[in-house]
């Protein structure tokens, strides 16, 4: 289930089972997506990214949709494993502001054997 | 692929003192530099952006006479906390962009304790 912590909300899932991860962004007008995973103590990681002339893409394992109309963006991972439990930012660039990328509030990933 | 560098990983500093924080790209020439500060269960804040050869961009709310970056060269920015205190305490973490808009590396950060 989903719950809020102080101020990560977290997701807790099965290992084998699929997770979606939610982020509401800010600026109708960014032009570029991009999904981290930070694990603790240390830097994000690029997972996947998408444009915003695009509505779904699809990587290894995880796939990110779109949804511009309510500035939705999801992540989705396929058979959750255990070393996929960290923290998941969404992040957004708009051109217009020097490409600088402007980071979600993040959601931890908590997977149960 | 693209890798960047970040030194210490850890530091812990007296208060009234000053850190000096390394970010360096190891196989490109990063054209800008970005660093950011993480509080605990917080995501990333963008403090900066440097520009190699001149000087640094800091986001509003950011002292830039207490936090000093300098991006010499298109493989190093430097950030230094300047008299540092207990509300400094952090995790720094600079990002390396190649170029063109889209390809950032992030270092592996940096947990400042000033005590």
């Known amino acids: 289930g989903e719950s809020v912590g102080l101020h990560l909300p977290t997701l807790s899932v099965q290992e084998g089972d699929n997770s979606i991860i939610n982020c509401a962004y800010s600026n109708s007008a960014s032009d570029y997506f991009i999904w981290y995973k930070q694990e603790s103590g240390k830097g994000p990681q690029f997972i996947i990214d998408?444009?915003?002339?695009?509505d779904k893409r699809q990587g290894q394992r995880v796939t990110v949709l779109l949804n511009k109309t309510v500035k939705h963006l999801s992540l989705q991972i396929a058979a959750t494993q255990p070393g996929d439990s960290a923290v998941y930012f969404c992040?957004?660039?708009?051109?217009?502001?020097?490409?600088?990328?402007?980071f979600g509030t993040g959601t931890r990933l908590q997977v149960t054997l | 692929g693209a890798v960047v560098s970040q030194h210490p990983s850890r530091v812990i500093c007296k208060s009234g003192t000053s850190v000096k924080i390394e970010c360096r790209s190891l196989?490109?020439?990063?054209?800008?530099m970005f660093w950011y500060r993480q509080f605990p269960k917080q995501s990333l804040m963008l403090m900066a952006t440097?520009?190699?050869?001149?000087?640094?961009?800091?986001e509003q709310g950011v002292e830039k006479d207490k936090f000093l970056i300098n991006h010499a060269s298109l493989t190093l920015s430097t950030l230094t906390v300047t008299s540092a205190h207990p509300e400094d305490s952090s995790f720094y973490i600079c990002s390396a962009r190649q170029g063109a808009y889209y390809g950032y590396t992030f270092g592996s950060g940096t947990r400042l304790t000033v005590v």
């Open positions: 196989d490109f020439q990063a054209t800008t």
């Open positions: 440097s520009n190699e050869g001149s000087k640094a961009t800091y």
């Open positions: 998408i444009r915003s002339n695009m």
């Open positions: 992040a957004e660039i708009y051109t217009g502001t020097a490409s600088k990328l402007t």
